[in-house]
Structure formats: C-alpha cells, structure tokens
C-alpha cells in the first residue's frame, strides 16, 4: 500500500464513479480499478461494492476512507510544509525500455524530447518485455519500448517502431574475430548461447530460426536470461551469441562483435521493437514523445 493507491481510493470514494474519478485523476478506467483491487488485495478486505450500475463503500471501506482522508491530508501538508515550491514541481513520465532500446533508441530520442520539454521530469525503468507490459497495465508506467508481446491488453496500444540489427558475439581471441562478417556456415558447428524462450522469446527464436534457415541446428552450450550472464558466458570461451547490436556499446571485456551476412541472400530480419502505450491516453508529454518518435523515425532507427 502507497501514497497512490490510498489518493486513487479517496476520490473513488468521494466520486463513487470510476470514469468520474479516473478523469481527475487522469487516468485510465481500466487502470484506476487495478490500484484499487490490488489495494483491496494488500488489505485482505473489500472496499467497494461494484455493480454495472453503480459503485458503494462497504462499511469497512467507509471507514477506511475516513482515515485515508486523512493520512492523504497529513501527507500532502507534509510535502507542502518541505517543498515550499511544489507548484513548479516538475511533471513526470515514466517509460519503461528493454536494455537494447534503453542504449540504442532512446538516447537519441529523449535528446529530442527535452530539446521541446527541457522543464519534463523523465524516469527510465530498464527490464524485459514480460516485466514492463504489466507495469505499464498497471498504470506504474506510461510508456514502454518493448519486444511485441503474443498476446496484448486490449486497452493498451501497439506501435511496431523496426527491426534492431543482429551481431555476432565471440571471445575475444575467437579464430572468427578477423572476420569482417560471418555468414550462418562460419559458425554453425560453435557451442551457442541462447537466451531462455520464456523471458526472452524473440531473441531466442532468432537464434532457432536463423540456424533453420540454414538447414542446421545450434549445439547449444548453455541457456541464460541475463544479457551479462550472456556476454560473461561468451567472454569465458563457452560458446558464441546472437545478440542485438545495442550491446556493443557495453564494452565487455573479452567480447567481439561480427555483423551478420544473409541467410541463402535473406536479409536477417532481426528483432522487433515496438512501443506501447494506453488508449486514449491524452497525456501531452505522452502525445508529444509518441509525435516526436513518428516524426524522426528515419533518423531514430537508422543505427539500430
């Protein structure tokens, strides 16, 4: 239970309509009533009666709200008693990114965005796709750079942005290192890294597909589902990756990194990035950071 979900309660409460209380508080419907059942999950206890009709307080949620009011009241004159300036206090927006878009997109974009909105206050929450979609569900985020789930939240909105490139990660003192690219045959027979399909599915059926394409199948060394975890592996000698180009920009010692040549003259599709986000969301700073993004597509995924 947070500050948050007791201010999400208190004008439910008071408004006893979630569109009503959701438009003050700028939010989704959808999301508003997650904070609140998962508010209601935390205390064990419930707090709203919910009908098709209409929305009441149980009597333990009655009572529940006159003491948030006022632990809401005590909090916010807190805060005012110490940021004596809360008014300029900057907006917030929070994006989520996977690691290859928190190196490879997003620098380049938010360089953009706060060329328009120097005053805009940005937090960047880095994880995989399968941890940021929820959270952006949930209403903790506001936009997420993330692989294209299988399925998606139909009150989330999908944007494909382009496919980031593929490189070949060895050991530093790998015979390939020379190379100035490699073809699925200068490698087919190497010990192979390969992430775990369940946190990493789209990286991980690149790796199964490219090698099908060729006819082969990959003597996988080792499976692992931290892009470190990988990096290290390849660094120790225990097998070559398939990793997003984005990486080389981690500098791992021990590692190098080999661009790719088409497989029977097909370009390597590489792997999707897209961006998601609520419908409907009329957020400016959202609005504007989606324009921007549609705007400077070109120059935006050029090197990715």
Known sequence: MDINQLRCFVVVGDELHFGRAARKLEMMPA????????????????????STRNVTLTR???EFLSEAKSVVADFDALRRRFHKNIASQKKTLRIGAIDSAARGLLPKLLN??????PDADIHISEDKSHSLIP??????LDL??????????VTLTTRFIAYETCVLAVPAHHRLVDYDRVSIEDFCNEPVIVPERRTRPHSHDLTMNLFRAAGRYPVIAQYAEEKQTILSFVAAGLGVALV??????MNADGVK??????VNDIEIEGLPLCVMWHQGNR??????????????????????
């Open 31 to 50: 999301s508003l009533s997650r904070f609140i059942r998962l508010l209601e999950e935390d205390l064990g206890i419930r707090l709203l009666n919910r």
């Open 112 to 117: 953009l965005f706060v060329s328009a909105f």
């Open 135 to 140: 959270r952006l569900t949930s209403g903790w």
């Open 60 to 62: 333990e949620g009655a």
């Open 283 to 304: 957020d400016r700073y959202v609005n504007a950071m989606l324009n921007i993004l549609a705007d400077n597509s070109e120059i935006l995924t050029k090197e990715l």
């Open 244 to 249: 997003p180009s984005s990486y080389r920009n």
């Open 257 to 262: 990194y080999l661009p790719l040549t088409p």
């Open 144 to 153: 997420v750079f993330v692989r294209p789930p299988e399925q998606t939240d």
